[in-house]
């Protein structure tokens, strides 16, 4: 469980990051004034094991929202009436050695004001509540905790323009690894896992951090598409 050892861990382990501004998070974001926060119903049993590591996803959101702009379940992300996206944090996953707790339940319940708290990282009250009650209660005892920690590390990364990025001739997934790399100090390519789909779009990027948040290399399965595989990134409709 997220102890303040481990929070203070967190907090050390993002401070060397560079200060500067950010190019692909939220580019807009206007939350509306209430938020109700579904019941989320464990889909497993309870798989608890002990934490060797951390899994930062984080969603391209031009990529997730096409075909999905007048969905009623993502409006807030992909309507344009609350603003528009780049990179959103899909979840911030717990590591087992190649494995992962999940379902670990809680009494914890996620408020409103802690939803709306963390919408214009994570633009969906389902997406926030759903991470809590299958990541973070194997994390930590509140989920105040969890996206406090999840905010620490969203804010500690920036992000190439992602515009250029997605014009450049000849992309490859190694491409965008550097690109990444570069804007951030103590990341370099071999702790940025991609997931591309199957005709090579940019869908996920996945950060990965050691037990005490330092950023560590992807295993295999994190890793994604090797570095030489062609890539495309949407830029929106």
């Known amino acids: 469980m997220l102890n303040r050892a481990l929070f203070a861990a967190a907090t050390i382990a993002c401070s060397a990051i560079v200060s500067q501004p950010a190019m692909a998070q939220a580019y807009q974001?206007?939350?509306p004034a209430r938020i109700y926060v579904p019941v989320i119903a464990p889909e497993g049993p309870a798989r608890r094991?002990?934490?060797?590591?951390?899994?930062?996803a984080l969603s391209w959101s031009p990529e997730f929202c096409k075909g999905r702009e007048t969905q009623?379940?993502?409006?807030?992300?992909c309507s344009g009436?609350?603003?528009r996206f780049g990179f959103i944090v899909h979840g911030l996953w717990p590591e087992a050695r190649g494995s992962w707790p999940q379902w670990c339940q809680s009494p914890n319940r996620l408020s409103p004001a802690e939803a709306r708290r963390n919408m214009c990282m994570m633009p969906s009250a389902n997406l926030i509540a759903r991470q809590w009650v299958k990541h973070g209660s194997c994390m930590a005892r509140k989920p105040e905790t969890y996206f406090k920690v999840t905010r620490i590390l969203w804010n500690s990364l920036r992000f190439p323009d992602m515009d250029s990025l997605s014009r450049q001739k000849g992309l490859t997934a190694g491409n965008i690894r550097t690109a990444i790399a570069s804007?951030?100090?103590g990341i370099e390519a071999k702790h940025i896992g991609l997931d591309l789909d199957r005709n090579g779009w940019l869908e996920e990027v996945q950060i990965c951090y050691g037990k005490r948040f330092r950023p560590t290399p992807c295993d295999r399965r994190r890793f994604g598409a090797v570095n030489g595989k062609s890539a495309k990134i949407w830029r929106g409709g």
Request: glycine share 22%.
């Open 29 to 31: 974001c206007r939350m």
């Open 49 to 56: 094991m002990p934490v060797t590591g951390y899994t930062l």
């Open 72 to 77: 009623g379940g993502s409006g807030t992300q």
């Open 81 to 83: 009436a609350n603003g």
């Open 183 to 185: 804007t951030n100090v």
